[in-house]
């Protein structure tokens, strides 16, 4: 059982930077993924950015160039830059966790809001 605590997050008018944060505990392998998915209202969710211990990274299209995904190993946590945000973000952006085991199972954070105003 792995614990994801997020931070950052809010409102931000169209063009702004917002920082999130998410912090991992419990049962955390050496070998892991975290990373973050959204879901917009009516929206299924999906992958916005996950990075792995190594440092291999994933970008969505849509945010390729805007936004940046970084770890901090020692901590445990990811963290996701959102820089040139624009109203087509508006999500609520979950944080996500997994060991790279076989049978691991997804974690996900409690979600958090980011709201962009035009």
């Known amino acids: 059982q792995v614990e994801l605590v997020e931070s950052g997050g809010g409102l931000v008018q169209a063009g702004g930077s917002l920082r999130l944060s998410c912090a991992a505990s419990g049962s955390i392998f050496s070998r892991n993924v975290m990373g973050w998915f959204r879901q917009a209202p009516g929206k299924q969710r999906e992958l916005v950015a996950i990075i792995t211990s190594d440092g291999s990274t994933k970008y969505a299209d849509s945010v390729k160039g805007r936004f940046s995904i970084s770890r901090d190993n020692a901590k445990s946590t990811v963290y996701l830059q959102m820089n040139d945000l624009k109203p087509e973000d508006t999500a609520v952006y979950y944080c996500?966790?997994?060991?790279?085991?076989?049978?691991?199972?997804?974690?996900w954070g409690q979600g958090t809001q980011v709201t962009v105003s035009s």
């Open positions: 996500y966790f997994r060991n790279l085991v076989a049978l691991e199972a997804e974690n």
